[in-house]
């Protein structure tokens, strides 16, 4: 069974930056329009970052100017740079296609933004 696998999560201060990463297979990732999903404590998976197969990308406002997602073929991931962290952005990333699948949803990696 395939599972994607993110990292790269970590404690930071208000304000800080992380770098997420997803490692995606080479046959999932080559066509598949993938996403970065954020679940806040207590609250649904949604998702917050979209890149399409042309590396068109696409965030909900609440991100927009802080995150970028881009995709890297020759390693086979897709990262989501996170900068100007906020306390609402503690929780879970996943990464996952869209529409998601449900047996590739990884474990996730936990992003805790602090003063």
């Known amino acids: 069974q395939v599972q994607l696998v993110e990292s790269g999560g970590d404690l930071v201060r208000i304000g800080g930056s992380l770098r997420l990463s997803c490692v995606v297979p080479?046959?999932?990732?080559?066509?598949?329009?993938m996403a970065w999903f954020h679940q806040a404590p207590g609250k649904q998976r949604e998702w917050v970052a979209i890149?399409?197969?042309?590396?068109?990308?696409s965030y909900v406002d609440s991100v927009k100017g802080r995150f970028t997602i881009s995709r890297d073929h020759s390693k086979n991931t897709v990262y989501l740079q996170m900068n100007s962290l906020s306390p609402e952005d503690t929780g879970l990333y996943y990464c996952?296609?869209?529409?998601?699948?449900?047996?590739?949803w990884g474990q996730g990696t936990q992003v805790t933004v602090s003063s």
């Open positions: 080479e046959f999932i990732l080559s066509s598949s329009v």
């Open positions: 996952n296609m869209i529409p998601p699948h449900d047996s590739l």
């Open positions: 890149i399409s197969s042309e590396s068109i990308t």
